[in-house]
């Protein structure tokens, strides 16, 4: 049971490393293809570059997310959260595409359009865990810290973020796979990552190329899922 949330991060590994040799068989399953298996950049190349896209994204999203829900669950901070949720959940109604298409005249081709459509998609789950998880945290710790004497800034970093931050860390989890997933569309910009031979494959027809991009973009977002699922267990275990 302790290594089930290894298995997905070792299908993943397992595809990388034979996707490269699996040219033959792609050249079977698609005769009609003349270049059955996608070698203009190595796969692990493009997982690099699509996990620092990923890694980019998450930490301003968690930033953003985890900030504006602190705000937002302040005393008196009502219409904050109202805005908060007002703003991000219109950020993250707006297609990937289209933030990358608005974007694209401003900042040009390439990573900054596909981060901040990334941004957008990753920040609102981190939001709302944030909110729900200090707003649930029980009324009697709160009077207790208070009680003992401690100033609003130390009840918040020693109590209501640790007691919180299981449900933080679910929403962070949400936000990772969310990006891992949206991620792919940044090679309509050109950006490189693990939707370049899905987007190559649309564009010169070549439902093999497809295929290896969207196989290898499933799994990792089923890696980071896993992989994040465990720590929040582990994490839910220790906390008070």
């Known amino acids: 049971m302790r290594l089930a949330p290894l298995l997905p991060g070792a299908l993943f590994l397992a595809a990388l490393l034979a996707l490269p040799l699996a040219g033959p068989a792609f050249g079977a399953l698609f005769p009609d293809v003349a270049e059955p298996l996608y070698r203009r950049e190595s796969f692990l190349a493009l997982t690099v570059s699509h996990a620092w896209l990923v890694l980019a994204s998450l930490v301003p999203a968690a930033a953003i997310g985890i900030g504006l829900g602190v705000a937002a669950t302040r005393p008196g901070a009502r219409e904050v959260r109202v805005i908060a949720d007002a703003l991000v959940g219109f950020a993250q109604a707006v297609?990937?595409?289209?933030?990358?298409?608005?974007?694209?005249?401003?900042?040009?081709?390439?990573?900054?359009?596909?981060?901040?459509?990334?941004?957008?998609?990753?920040?609102?789950?981190?939001?709302?865990?944030?909110?729900?998880?200090?707003?649930?945290?029980?009324?009697?710790?709160?009077?207790?810290?208070?009680?003992?004497?401690?100033?609003?800034?130390?009840?918040?970093?020693?109590?209501?973020?640790?007691?919180?931050?299981p449900p933080i860390l679910a929403g962070l989890r949400v936000a990772a796979v969310l990006a891992v997933a949206t991620a792919a569309v940044g090679a309509v910009a050109g950006a490189s990552c693990l939707g370049t031979p899905i987007i190559a494959g649309l564009v010169n027809g070549n439902p093999a190329w497809v295929i290896q991009g969207a196989v290898l973009t499933g799994l990792m977002a089923f890696a980071v899922d896993g992989l994040l699922g465990a720590l929040g267990r582990r994490i839910t275990a220790s906390s008070p």
């Open 95 to 165: 297609p990937p595409v289209a933030v990358i298409a608005i974007a694209v005249p401003v900042v040009g081709f390439g990573v900054a359009p596909s981060l901040l459509a990334l941004v957008c998609y990753a920040t609102l789950p981190v939001l709302r865990a944030t909110t729900g998880a200090l707003a649930t945290v029980p009324a009697d710790v709160l009077d207790a810290a208070r009680g003992a004497g401690m100033t609003p800034r130390q009840m918040l970093i020693q109590v209501e973020l640790p007691l919180a931050a």
